[in-house]
């Protein structure tokens, strides 16, 4: 049954964000430490689980699907409720912390290829 | 006799949620118009509709004088719920779903050295450029530099730790610039950084994250790289959100705080 997925779901998310305010009260700082991460993997571990059981039938996955698909619109609603009036002097921020970690990255890819040869070359097509 | 705006006003305010749904839909198809028939595809319709949002929610700030954007104004107050912690952290676990461990084992050594890189590196620059700018109180770093990361570990890191709906804003918008930059300079640059085999695609993904940038980016590179690049970005965001708030916020916070 759908309903199913998204119990599972929202299992893996309070589990989670249990996990990250208890971690949050061990190392001492007022924060979901890292949560939703950990829901994440909750529900990496779970349902390859019960994939593996066969016991993910499809009505189940899509109590699940649907909220995956339903993220960038989730996301959409998230950026139009900030308080952007008030970040509009703080741009340049945005605009040179997104471009640098770019230019970054873009500038790290061939580095990082020849160390990923390792080992296993050879393979691949 | 009462007038019929007033009446669907009202529909609109009594089911604030609802009206959100459909808000949002309208939003987000406008915006994949604007991707197709204006940037012929070449940016996302799901960059668009983002930054659509952010527009709509400073035009929302402009008309009500409040600080939640959009969810100020009384008809859309359901764009507040719809877009608030609850419902975006189950959205955002929801996309780990696809993600199968066999998978993670194949993709090996490489693709992880590559996300720790990618996660790191967009920290790093992003919270030297909040402090360069004079947001240096590590809550504000932390967010901006997870910010940089991705557009989701931005907010899900600053709600974490508390940070102001501004600094917030600004992790998203850098999010955003990532992504759209990616996807537009990728089919560039890819000459330069050797980005033309399955191998460099996958530590590729794993160091941009951003999973609409790569698709996007390698769709116009080469579209047979693009399930490898989608592969190590899948789990950037998670590893993202997995960081953010612990162990970079305790670090920023041990050496600014």
């Known amino acids: 049954m759908v309903i199913y997925g998204v119990a599972l779901l929202a299992g893996c998310m309070l589990g989670g964000l249990f996990l990250g305010d208890l971690l949050g009260v061990f190392i001492g700082v007022e924060a979901n430490v890292g949560g939703v991460g950990l829901g994440m993997i909750l529900l990496i571990l779970l349902s390859d689980r019960l994939r593996k059981g066969g016991r993910l039938t499809p009505l189940t996955e899509q109590g699940v699907l649907f909220w995956s698909a339903i993220y960038i619109p989730v996301v959409v609603a998230m950026a139009a409720k900030q308080n952007v009036l008030a970040a509009v002097e703080g741009g340049p921020v945005a605009i040179l912390s997104g471009v640098g970690a770019v230019f970054l990255s873009f500038l790290l890819v061939p580095v990082l290829t020849r160390i990923a040869k390792g080992p296993d070359e050879g393979g691949g097509p | ?257």
């Open chain 2, 1 to 257: 006799m009462m007038n019929p705006l007033d009446v669907l006003a009202e529909v609109f305010v009594r089911n604030g949620l609802v009206t959100a749904f459909a808000f949002v839909g309208l939003t987000v198809w406008i915006s994949y118009l604007i991707s197709g028939k204006i940037t012929r595809g070449r940016i996302h319709g799901s960059a668009i509709a983002i930054l659509l949002g952010l527009v709509l929610a400073y035009l929302g700030g402009l008309a009500t004088g409040g600080s939640q954007g959009l969810a100020d104004i009384p008809i859309l107050a359901g764009v507040g719920i719809m877009g608030g912690a609850m419902i975006r952290d189950l959205a955002i676990i929801a996309t780990a779903f696809g993600v199968s461990i066999d998978e993670i084992k194949r993709a090996g050594i490489g693709a992880a050295v590559s996300l720790l890189a990618g996660v790191l590196g967009s920290f790093v620059v992003g919270a030297s450029v909040a402090l360069a700018f004079g947001y240096s109180d590590p809550v504000s770093m932390t967010t901006i530099g997870a910010g940089a990361a991705t557009y989701i570990v931005g907010p899900v890191t600053g709600t974490a730790i508390g940070a102001t709906s501004d600094v917030i804003a600004l992790s998203i918008a850098a999010g955003l610039v990532k992504s759209m930059l990616v996807m537009t300079a990728t089919p560039f640059v890819a000459p330069f950084i050797g980005l033309d085999n399955p191998r460099s695609a996958l530590v590729y993904g794993g160091l941009m994250g951003t999973t609409s940038g790569v698709a996007g980016g390698l769709a116009a590179t080469d579209p047979k790289l693009v399930p490898y690049g989608a592969m190590t970005a899948t789990f950037y965001t998670g590893l993202g959100c997995l960081l953010g708030p612990s162990v970079f916020f305790v670090a920023i916070r041990g050496m600014f705080g």
